[in-house]
């Protein structure tokens, strides 16, 4: 008989990662770095390896923000677009970054551009995952309006997310910026309408919104951290919970 310890199985089977066009960022703040997305690879490659299915929505704003445009008159529906048409550009890096080390990667997109990317369908996405490939949904939703935290707990609801985490630079939700106040305090858990009332500003309220009326989970965790992803899909205590009443 064979005395290996078996391996402890992961609490959450299939998430889908929300992260901050930031994350793909240099130094510099701006723009799209190869060592940067490599990364983020690895760590996506991490939970992957535990036979965790993996759904990725990445914002844009190292490439653009659609509130710099508006400020200077531009339409919100066409600074919201470019910022959709952004997202594209940091899915194909991911993309190419997770290749690079042997993790099977396809983009969707809510915004059609076939040369490029699959469209996002809800069954195709959900066959890439079960297939042990990870989806990288960019577009947002495809609509103006709407932000990518929003876009993530959608395409979460849609198919079938165990949770949803987003990574952040901090490690967790606090009552205030734990940059600018050191005292600030980091909540382990909140429900949903606790971090309604305290205005959580890592997650679009939009966003938080939509996973108290459908009961979807919520982790907010520092992306950076060396473990926290594998913890946080095997169920430790890691970063902030946001969950039910």
């Not at 609801?157 to 985490?165: G, H, P, Y």
């Not at 382990?188 to 009332?197: F, I, K, N």
Request: charged share 20%; proline share 5%; net charge negative.
């Amino acid at each position: 008989m064979s005395s290996e310890t078996p391996s402890p199985t992961p609490r959450y089977r299939r998430i889908v990662l929300k992260l901050s066009g930031e994350a793909l960022a240099g130094p510099q703040g701006f723009g799209i770095d190869p060592d940067q997305a490599a990364i983020i690879a690895q760590k996506i490659k991490s939970v992957h390896d535990l036979g965790v299915q993996v759904a990725l929505v990445c914002g844009a704003g190292n490439l653009w923000r659609g509130n710099t445009g508006v400020e200077r008159g531009m339409e919100q529906s066409t600074a919201d677009h470019m910022g959709m048409i952004a997202t594209v550009m940091n899915g194909l890096a991911l993309q190419d970054a997770l290749e690079r080390i042997d993790v099977p990667t396809r983009v969707q997109t809510a915004i059609m551009m076939n040369q490029v990317a699959e469209p996002y369908i809800r069954l195709r996405a959900i066959r890439h995952m079960e297939k042990g490939r990870v989806v990288v949904i960019a577009g947002g939703t495809g609509n103006p309006y709407f932000t990518t935290d929003t876009a993530a707990v959608l395409r979460g609801m849609e198919v079938n997310a165990d949770v949803i985490i987003k990574g952040t630079q901090v490690d967790g939700v606090y009552t205030e910026d734990p940059k600018k106040n050191p005292d600030a305090r980091r909540f382990d858990r909140l429900t949903y309408s606790q971090a309604l009332e305290y205005r959580v500003r890592v997650m679009d309220l939009t966003a938080i919104t939509l996973c108290m009326d459908n009961k979807q989970p919520l982790i907010v965790l520092n992306i950076w951290d060396d473990h926290s992803l594998v913890d946080a899909v095997m169920g430790k205590p890691v970063g902030t919970l946001v969950d039910g009443e």
